[in-house]
């Protein structure tokens, strides 16, 4: 599982960096991936270091709350 999630991150970064270089639609699709690379690394460390389940639960939800109001606020301001 781990290695999947390796390649997928790859994955995302390269797709970010062509995105950047092609064209502006392809940058909301960018976003989109950096965002989910970013909650892999979130989930990532509250698997990590939070051992508590509840705090981890409350923890995963307000994160996965945040990204979605900050994606919606991006891309207002992108479109």
Not at 11 to 20: A, P, W
């Amino acid at each position: 599982m781990i290695l999947l999630k390796w390649i997928i991150i790859r994955l995302i970064v390269l797709f970010m960096f062509l995105g950047l270089l092609i064209d502006n639609e392809i940058v909301i699709t960018t976003l989109g991936f950096m965002f989910y690379h970013i909650s892999f690394g979130l989930h990532t460390i509250l698997e990590d270091y939070i051992h508590l389940s509840k705090i981890k639960l409350v923890l995963t939800f307000s994160a996965r709350i945040l990204f979605i109001e900050l994606f919606k606020l991006i891309l207002e301001l992108v479109l």
